[in-house]
């Protein structure tokens, strides 16, 4: 059974969320996801491949407010700052360059990731291509200039913050979790949690649990819980507390941007995700592995 607590007691500084319009949100969200692909192109050419793709994947580092790809064998590593909007690639404690993506398309931004890390590391390692994924439209059409909203910037970075720091305290010491990352075709920021069979064959159970800024089904950002095998949309129970079930495409449990923001202050908004992680993890593991075979 995980060590999954709700840790009322937690200190974390969470950040203020609700501040900015939805539709602003939604369009700044689209700037920033696409921006964000610089740092799976920088994966794609410059790290060792692997087979779950975490090579492409970024980390949410709240200390930069931005994300950060994986760190190569001698010590590059690129970011996308939010609030900042900027793109960045550093060795150690060394800064070798910068962009402002604001006005930017995103082509002339990996063409300035590409020419800065042919500078440093050769030709050949600056031949950076986007990866295959299938993003959501960019605003205004394919390859058009990034111009995100400022206050939303600060909202979306104060969302994955709080994320984070959720799902670190939640799930760091819970043997089951996979470390926490950021899948950039998806935009979520994410855990999975692996149950091996019992019987040594290769059918585990997982639970997947996150957070994810909004996409094509569900527009504004949402806490999720999810399971492998995945519940029967036709006989969910009732869920007692926060959250709602979700049945478009995926079958899990949702808790929504309003429900979170109506909570009131910063206090409840963080004990009503934590309540809803707590319970709704349980509670699909018990799901997954009965629908596997297994004992819980």
Sequence with gaps: MPNVQDTEGSRMAWRALGT???TALRNTRLHLHHSVQLLPSFGQALLEARDDDS?????????????????TDDGLVARVIV???TAEVWRSKDRLGS???RGQRPSEALAWLGNLVAKVRGADAGRMAWPEYDLPQQPGGS??????AVGALEELAAWYGNAQQTLEEMFASVGEASPIRCWPHHFDLATLLTFPATDG?????YVGTGFSPGDDKIPDPYFYVNGWPPPSADVLPALAGPGAWHTEGWVGAVLGA???VSSGSDAAQVKTVKKFLAARVDAMRTTVLARNGEEM
Excluded: C, K, M, Y
């Design 20 to 22: 900015v319009d939805a």
């Design 99 to 101: 962009l402002d993506l």
């Design 83 to 85: 609030p900042s909007f």
């Design 55 to 71: 090579h492409r994947s970024t980390t949410w580092a709240e200390r930069h407010r931005g994300f950060e790809s994986g760190t």
């Design 143 to 148: 390859d058009q200039p990034l111009e995100p």
């Design 258 to 260: 309003q429900e979170i």
């Design 201 to 205: 064959s290769d059918e585990a159970a």
